[in-house]
């Protein structure tokens, strides 16, 4: 294998040395935008040299306008697929065909026509087929809540190289984050997860159930970190980067070596005494953002049994009085966004049935 090049720098050269001299030469007159966002690990940042068996190359997608789509999507496809070179920096510009989850793997050549991966779209059609809504159209306060956040983070992220249509940026500033009062709504609801369950680590030690209180702790540990990402106002990615990016984040310099010891500890009283001066530091920064009155920081006692909380529904119950948009306030559930009621893949994945759960708002 060559040189590992992190994928965004690689697609980047990759436009600019081989890509756009084509669309000049054959296309001089094109408008188009050029970018890397949507999927892959290379969007994110986090791409290494383990990442580029597939779906992982010299790649970039290319929007059109949607006259020139109908009419031009083919023909700029031929010309890149007889002129673009075989290899690029050492990695390979032919892919296979796409498996039926749409991943495609390098395949060498070295005669014939480039099956290459300069995937060509509108901007409507992308948007739609990423969100399932169109981009042109504002957005409700339902709809954010069943956007899934890594969805959300991938279009959000990446880099766009050439913006010819002058639609790319205006839609990703759009989609930078939540509007103020689904982000307040989400944040209550986050306060309510950790207010249902941050007993358990205690009750379940206290009956002798390491195991369970070691469950309950990591649980807990995955909803503190998510709220920790809506606290800074960053989407939170699915499981696999989800602590790589938490890495990112300002609090958690000082919060990584507590929810570790958390993890690493041997008995549920140091787990419990642990988890607590982590409910400590969320509530200081919960006061930090001032969205509410400043509320107690320390923890105590479970109704008068050895067991740290918060009462994470203090903090819930303050945020929920700060919001104002009528339609937010009317909802009657607590369960947040889609993310955070279900992290099922089969759900989240399927924007068809991430639609139909707006109805758990009604």
Known sequence: MPK??????????????????ILNRNFPKLRYSAAIIGWGSEVLGFDTPTSRDHH??????????????????????????NQLPYEFMGYSTNYSEPEPNGVRHPVKITRGRIDHMVNIYTVRSFFKARLGFDPHKEFSALDWLIFPQ??????????????GLGELEKIRTNLKYY??????????????????EEAFVGRAGHVGDELGSQVVAARLIREIIKLAFLMERRYAPYSKWLGTAFHGLRIAKTLTPLLRQ?????????????????YSVMAKQHNALKITKPLATNTSDYYRRPYSVIHGERFAKAIKQAIKDPKIKRIKTNVGSIDQFTDSTNVVEDLALCKKLRAVYK
């Not at 590992?4 to 001299?21: A, D, H, S």
């Not at 992982?56 to 697929?81: C, M, N």
């Not at 103020?180 to 997860?193: C, E, H, K, N």
């Open 179 to 196: 509007p103020r009062d689904v982000w307040l709504y989400m944040l209550a609801a986050q306060w309510t997860r950790i207010s249902q």
């Open 4 to 21: 590992f090049v992190p994928g965004l720098k690689l697609c980047k050269l990759f436009y600019q040395q081989e890509v756009t001299p």
């Open 150 to 163: 890594q969805r959300l983070l991938e279009l959000t992220s990446g880099e766009i190289y050439h913006d």
């Open 56 to 81: 992982w190359g010299p790649r970039v997608l290319l929007f059109l306008s949607e006259k020139d789509y109908r009419r031009l999507k083919g023909q700029i496809s031929d010309a890149l697929s």
């Open 262 to 278: 958390v993890l690493l500890a041997k008995t549920w009283k140091t787990r419990d005494r642990s988890i607590a001066k982590a």
